[in-house]
């Protein structure tokens, strides 16, 4: 599975239809696509956007939620899901499936590699709306010290837009997490088509 390029996050909580957005995204070229449902998920649903995204090739992983995540391709957890959870306990569960961890720390990065992540999802980058608990903004650089301190890619995350994709892969992330600035406006599945032009002009 590649973990590169824009990682686009379906918030069923902010958007009308997160089936619609999904179809946008992935028409749009989007190949890692996020879950997001704080409010609960549906299971109905990450079934749905899993067989869309494995018609087009794409990735598809579940926030939080690890039973739900086993009817897609993998779980991103935050420090707490793994504090509460057990990292081997997920892992375990997981099977082979793919395991993101939240960081914001080269401490934290190097225990998440050490417990089996497969990427790392670092922020936020800029302060953001999208997540309440957050924390403090890091930064470009805050992204380049945790990606220095691992061997693994890095999603950089928190309130990232199309201005910031030069800055984000210097700093050495191989993916750029993304909201708003897909869902915002009348047209995501342009903003997503926008978003997927530029990294790759970059990337080449």
Same mark, same amino acid.
């Given at each position: 599975m590649q973990l590169t390029g824009i990682y686009a996050i379906v918030d069923a909580d902010a958007v009308e239809s997160p089936l619609a957005l999904a179809d946008g995204i992935l028409g749009a070229g989007v190949r890692l696509v996020q879950y997001r449902a704080k409010r609960g998920v549906d299971r109905a649903l990450v079934r749905a956007l899993h067989e869309r995204t494995r018609r087009c090739g794409a990735v598809l992983l579940i926030n939080d939620d690890l039973e @739900? $995540? !086993?009817d897609a391709d993998g779980l991103h957890a935050g420090q707490e899901d793994i504090s509460r959870l057990g990292a081997q306990a997920i892992r375990a569960r997981l099977g082979g499936r793919l395991l993101g961890i939240s960081c914001a720390t080269q401490h934290e990065a190097r225990a998440a590699e050490a417990l089996g992540a497969d990427y790392l999802g670092v &922020?936020?980058?800029?302060a953001t709306a999208s997540k309440s608990d957050a924390g403090l903004a890091i930064g470009a650089e &805050? =992204?380049?010290a945790v990606t220095e301190a691992t061997a693994l890619p890095v999603a950089a995350i928190g &309130?990232?837009? !199309? $201005? *910031? !994709? *030069? @800055? =984000?892969v210097r700093c050495g992330a191989k993916m750029a997490a993304v909201i708003s600035a897909i869902a915002r406006g009348p047209d995501p599945a342009a903003n997503a088509r926008a978003l997927v032009a530029r990294w790759a002009s970059l990337v080449r």
């Open positions: @739900a $995540s !086993l &922020g936020p980058y800029h &805050g =992204v380049r &309130g990232i837009e !199309l $201005s *910031d !994709l *030069d @800055a =984000v």
